[in-house]
């Protein structure tokens, strides 16, 4: 019997080559194409179904697809070749990328919503793969915050019909600022930019397959990739929704800093890029935001899928405290982990190198302030300190796990999908620049700061590295903020600040959801019902003197 899963990940590999070289003639000739199904006709409105491709639908496909393939490839080991569960597994992994295609090659904002509600659909179903307790909340937290997006993009399917169709690419320069800004904040829902941040590191719950697919390279930058498509100059190059992305970089980075739990750390930093996507968005750098999330793709699906080895053979443990010294017992999951590290940090000649520091240089001729600059330099540094600090616990120091554990890496495919990926992890950077001609502008810098980057991110590694000696340097306060997603996991944070630093009162910070929720609402009502039944059954002269009050309020 031909086994699925081998099956299912070559016919992905085939097809992702094919879109490669499409994207590659597309590029070369310049033209774009147009493929479109005429489904009815009603009042002399045609219901179309079109299929657009240019070179930028087809790489990103390419990305996708090549991405998809390599972890199907991966999950037969790691959900096990052949049993119902396992292929249900694998059909759902096909319906989310064949989704996300949907997505892609749409101009149309109604077939957007196809893919996009897809996305949301079958990113709850993979959550909840392991039908625990933990998996159905973070299920939920992940489609109820993915719901609100939708809110966005069905108004602006509304609106923009008003224009006479739903083909938004033809009608870019002529729609309303208010459209693009519904769009933005659907987007930003999909991508967990603040407020919207809290589902993403919750939906590490899944197996760690759909964490590298999913919430590496498709879900989350599917809000990106929508913003992309709907590039307004006039509209999107906008100090506010600057700052609210370099925040979102900001806060990830802290708190990937004093996270101890493997997935959730690769979580956050992905979080953090897609804040670096986003910011690069806002200030008019389209082509270099795409080319960050294509390369981002590649080596962040790599770094889950090592930690999802180094897991696999961890019996299961997540936290990095346990690791250590991992090298000696699997020696090519740890390169291809660290090759994924430092192209995350930036390193020189490796793929995240050649997005980031383009992004950095660019942006300083954008004219943005001093502020919004030290930002982003410091968020870069703290890139760079997460990634020493994951480097420190699961290689540098000693191994904490059981005493006689024995580890080997006996991982048959897993290997070579980790190894083509690290293969594109080191190269597609510069491969990319090169075919899409994006280091073609002549960028002048004086010497401080063209060689400020590398000194940042040496900055962030060594204080990565001496972050690891102090335990209880801040106020217990600091820990507790960038433990909890800076209180985002709360139903809001407003009331937490408020509860936290003037009440004093742990215990109503923490679940203040029970004080103003509907538990709390029904003691107020019964609280107020009683004072009512009170005053009723009182004596004259507190009507009196109420009638009194009542006769002064008035006047």
Request: aromatic share 22%; hydrophobic share 55%.
């Amino acid at each position: 019997m031909v086994n699925l899963y081998y099956m299912w990940s070559m016919v992905l590999f085939i097809f992702s080559f094919t879109f490669l070289f499409m994207g590659l003639y597309f590029l070369n000739t310049g033209v774009s194409l147009m493929l479109e199904w005429f489904l009815y006709m009603s009042n002399s409105m045609p219901m179309v179904y079109i299929v657009y491709m240019d070179w930028i639908s087809m790489f990103f496909s390419f990305v996708v697809f090549f991405i998809s393939s390599m972890v199907v490839l991966y999950s037969s080991v790691y959900m096990g070749d052949y049993n119902y569960s396992s292929i249900r597994f694998l059909f759902l992994v096909l319906l989310f990328v064949f989704s996300m295609l949907l997505m892609i090659l749409s101009p149309n904002l109604l077939s957007i919503m196809l893919g996009w509600d897809g996305l949301g659909l079958v990113s709850y179903c993979l959550v909840i793969y392991y039908s625990s307790l933990s998996s159905y909340l973070a299920g939920m937290i992940t489609c109820l915050i993915n719901r609100l997006g939708d809110i966005g993009l069905l108004i602006s399917l509304g609106w923009v019909f008003s224009y006479g169709s739903w083909n938004f690419l033809f009608y870019l320069n002529f729609l309303e600022k208010e459209i693009f800004y519904l769009i933005i904040i659907s987007s930003f829902t999909k991508s967990a930019q603040i407020p919207f941040s809290s589902w993403l590191p919750a939906a590490m719950a899944a197996p760690t397959p759909v964490s590298s697919l999913v919430h590496s390279s498709t879900l989350v930058t599917a809000g990106v990739y929508l913003l992309i498509r709907f590039f307004n100059y006039i509209v999107f190059v906008n100090s506010f929704f600057l700052f609210v992305s370099l925040m979102t970089m900001i806060m990830s980075s802290f708190c990937a800093n004093y996270e101890f739990d493997l997935k959730k750390i690769i979580a956050l930093s992905t979080l953090s890029q897609l804040g670096l996507m986003m910011s690069c968005l806002f200030m008019g750098l389209v082509d270099l935001s795409f080319f960050h999330l294509l390369s981002h793709a590649m080596f962040k699906s790599l770094l889950f899928l090592c930690s999802g080895i180094i897991i696999h053979l961890m019996s299961g443990s997540q936290d990095i405290r346990m690791m250590g010294s991992i090298c000696f017992s699997m020696p090519l999951t740890c390169c291809c982990f660290n090759i994924s590290n430092m192209a995350l940090c930036g390193f020189p000649f490796l793929s995240g190198f050649y997005s980031k520091d383009l992004i950095i240089e660019s942006s300083a001729f954008d004219g943005m302030n001093f502020m919004m600059f030290m930002l982003f330099y410091f968020s870069l540094g703290l890139t760079a300190s997460y990634s020493i600090r994951l480097f420190y616990y699961s290689i540098l120091s000693k191994f904490n796990f059981i005493s006689l554990m024995n580890l080997f890496e006996d991982i048959s495919y897993m290997k070579l999908s980790i190894m083509l990926l690290s293969f594109f992890s080191v190269s597609f950077g510069c491969m990319f620049m090169w075919l899409v001609n994006l280091d073609m502008f002549f960028l002048v810098m004086p010497f401080y700061l063209s060689i400020s980057t590398i000194l940042i991110v040496g900055l962030g590694l060594y204080v990565g590295y001496t972050l690891n000696d102090f335990k209880n340097f801040m106020f217990f306060t600091y820990y507790m903020l960038n433990g909890s997603m800076w209180f985002m996991y709360s139903y809001s944070y407003k009331f937490f600040y408020l509860n936290y630093f003037f009440g004093k009162n742990l215990h109503m910070g923490m679940f203040w959801g029970e004080y103003f929720g509907g538990m709390g609402i029904s003691y107020h009502l019964m609280k107020l019902s009683n004072f009512f039944q009170f005053y009723s059954i009182s004596t004259l002269k507190v009507f009196f003197v109420m009638s009194i009050f009542w006769v002064l309020m008035l006047m």
